[in-house]
């Protein structure tokens, strides 16, 4: 079965701060993804990466970067926090290459909720 | 561009009735879709996919939804609500030329009434 680890499940931080996420998982897979989830607002994806050192910006990219040195980790990182960054936060992770991964089900971590102060 | 709405932020349905939560999208390629269940405090669980082999698609827990191209709907049903089907459902499209990402509705929380 796959799993998806998130190393934090809430987090609390100041506005400045730098704050990372970090998301694991054990099943190979090429693909890893950022989503955050506000109510009312579903699922928008901040950044993804095809492959080791790979990385492509989503929807909603500005205030965030990413890193993917392993092909097992990628983590999202926060520069400077804002309160509008505070929300859920959900990792996920998929198999196959950029081109043929379209059907491919995302495996989600359980989420790290955020809290900016 | 490709989009997700889903019509309803919120349906309420008593134990034993029909669940139909909304989904309509729309892609410019060949859509692949997705149903995703979120339990409290959880992350996201694959319910079921379409991709194109068949138009009605058999998901986990009972739920199944039908690809209707001329309405470019992917509504989700069951035909008995359990208690246990309380949570937030999410619709998600992808196509040939997203790769693996997927673009999520807003959601459906579903509440059962015993």
């Known amino acids: 079965d796959v799993k998806v680890t998130q190393s934090s499940r809430y987090l609390v931080k100041r506005t400045g701060e730098k704050v990372f996420l970090e998301c694991v998982q054990d099943?190979?897979?090429?693909?890893m993804f950022w989503y955050r989830q506000d109510p009312g607002l579903g699922l928008r994806l901040i950044y993804f990466?095809?492959?080791?050192?790979?990385?492509e910006k989503g929807d909603i990219p500005e205030g965030y970067s990413v890193s993917r040195e392993k092909k097992e980790r990628f983590s999202l990182i926060l520069e400077s926090a804002s309160t509008n960054q505070t929300s859920m936060y959900l990792c996920?992770?998929?198999?196959?290459?950029?081109?043929?991964?379209?059907?491919?089900?995302?495996?989600f971590g359980n989420g790290t909720r955020l809290t900016v102060t | 561009a490709q989009s997700v709405t889903q019509l309803g932020s919120h349906v309420s349905v008593s134990e034993g009735a029909l669940v139909l939560l909304r989904c309509n999208y729309s892609?410019?390629?060949?859509?692949?879709l997705f149903w995703y269940v979120q339990y409290p405090n959880q992350g996201l669980q694959l319910l079921l996919k379409?991709?194109?082999?068949?138009?009605l698609v058999k998901g986990i827990n009972g739920f199944e939804a039908e690809f209707k191209k001329s309405e470019t709907s992917f509504h989700l049903t069951k035909p008995s609500a359990h208690m246990s089907d309380a949570a937030e459902y999410f619709c998600?499209?992808?196509?040939?030329?997203?790769?693996?990402?997927?673009?999520f509705g807003q959601g459906t929380e579903l509440s059962v009434k015993p």
């Open positions: 996920a992770s998929s198999f196959g290459d950029r081109v043929g991964s379209y059907n491919s089900p995302l495996h």
């Open positions: 379409y991709t194109s082999a068949a138009t």
């Open positions: 099943m190979d897979h090429e693909n």
């Open positions: 892609s410019s390629v060949p859509p692949y």
């Open positions: 990466s095809y492959d080791v050192k790979m990385k």
């Open positions: 998600a499209v992808s196509g040939e030329n997203q790769g693996g990402k997927l673009i």
